[in-house]
T-cell receptor, first 113, second 114 residues
Framework: AQSVTQLGSHVSVSEGALVLLRCNYS??????LFWYVQYPNQGLQLLLK??????LVKGINGFEAEFKKSETSFHLTKPSAHMSDAAEYFC???????????FGTGTSLTVIP | EADIYQTPRYLVIGTGKKITLECSQT?????MYWYQQDPGMELHLIHY???????EKGDLSSESTVSRIRTEHFPLTLESARPSHTSQYLC?????????????FGDGTRLSIL
């Protein structure tokens, strides 16, 4: 069975500070991993995806994530937070065929001016 | 810009009414999904489809039903709405065949049952 765990349901950072959102996965086979962002009253938007190519994945809006197999982690980072980054972030894992996705419980990011 | 559309965006309706939430996508994806999302909770898969005339129930028990008569259309129906159905419903689509593609989401329908 596959699952993801997001540590910290709420994260607050100051504008300009490093953003670090944590995600650990559980998968018996090499996973496909995704980060999504959700702004208020909207659906989920894909930030980036890992599909067994490079372990460091760059996404939109300056975000990136690093796949670490030894730690079963796929943490999301951004060097400098912007006010517009305030949103809910979801980590997800899918099966090899992509037939089913499993989402974490989400992390709400607050950016303090 | 969205290639997957959900209507209505918001719906407030009384108990016992029949409701259909619409979802359409223009990407030609075989796979479509319905999720239920409550504040602070993960997305719960309630229905999915791998193609026309294919529908399956997801992990979360739901009193809703779905149909997939056309590739682009995946409506969700509640025959008799109850207050416990109050939630946000997200439709997604992704990929064809055995390819692994990220899911694309609509903007959701926020449903309130009085």
């Amino acid at each position: 069975a596959q699952s993801v765990t997001q540590l910290g349901s709420h994260v607050s950072v100051s504008e300009g500070a490093l953003v670090l959102l944590r995600c650990n996965y559980s998968s018996s086979v090499p996973p496909y991993l995704f980060w999504y962002v959700q702004y208020p009253n909207q659906g989920l938007q894909l930030l980036l995806k890992y599909t067994s190519a490079a372990t460091l994945v760059k996404g939109i809006n300056g975000f990136e994530a690093e796949f670490k197999k030894s730690e079963t982690s796929f943490h999301l980072t951004k060097p400098s937070a912007h006010m517009s980054d305030a949103a809910e972030y979801f980590c997800a894992v899918s099966s090899y065929t992509g037939n089913q996705f499993y989402f974490g419980t989400g992390t709400s990011l607050t950016v303090i001016p | 810009e969205a290639d997957i559309y959900q209507t209505p965006r918001y719906l407030v309706i009384g108990t016992g009414k029949k409701i259909t939430l619409e979802c359409s996508q223009t990407m030609g994806h075989d796979k479509m999904y319905w999720y239920q999302q409550d504040p602070g909770m993960e997305l719960h898969l309630i229905h999915y489809s791998y193609g026309v005339n294919s529908t399956e129930k997801g992990d979360l028990s739901s009193e809703s039903t779905v149909s997939r008569i056309r590739t682009e259309h995946f409506p969700l129906t509640l025959e008799s709405a109850r207050p416990s159905h109050t939630s946000q419903y997200l439709c997604a689509s992704g990929g064809t065949g055995k390819s692994n593609q990220p899911q694309h989401f609509g903007d959701g329908t926020r449903l309130s049952i009085l």
